[in-house]
């Protein structure tokens, strides 16, 4: 059994990025790790958009987006990679 001051990390292999899984107490969060492949996928899709037209269309936080895209972030929760995902494989 967890407690309030302990942490488990399980790290899962999802699409050749990492899934984190911090649980503490009984709350998980659930965290993606976003791969150069994977931001290579999502600015060859994005084309011409606008990063607020990307946040728009795949429903994503535009501040998330631009971070993802400039680097300043390197893990994002699964939700948001759903969403991502479902955007690059969108034809």
């Known amino acids: 059994m967890l407690t309030a001051t302990k942490r488990c990390v399980i790290i899962i292999l999802v699409n050749s990025n990492k899934m984190l899984l911090i649980r503490k107490g009984n709350i998980s969060v659930k965290y993606i790790q976003i791969t150069q492949d994977f931001k290579s996928d999502l600015i060859s899709k994005k084309a011409m958009l606008t990063v607020q037209e990307l946040a728009k269309r795949t429903e994503v936080n535009r501040w998330t987006v631009s971070d993802i895209l400039n680097g300043r ?18 034809g």
């Open 73 to 90: 972030r390197s893990q994002v929760k699964q939700d948001t990679y759903r969403k991502l995902v479902n955007f690059i494989k969108e």
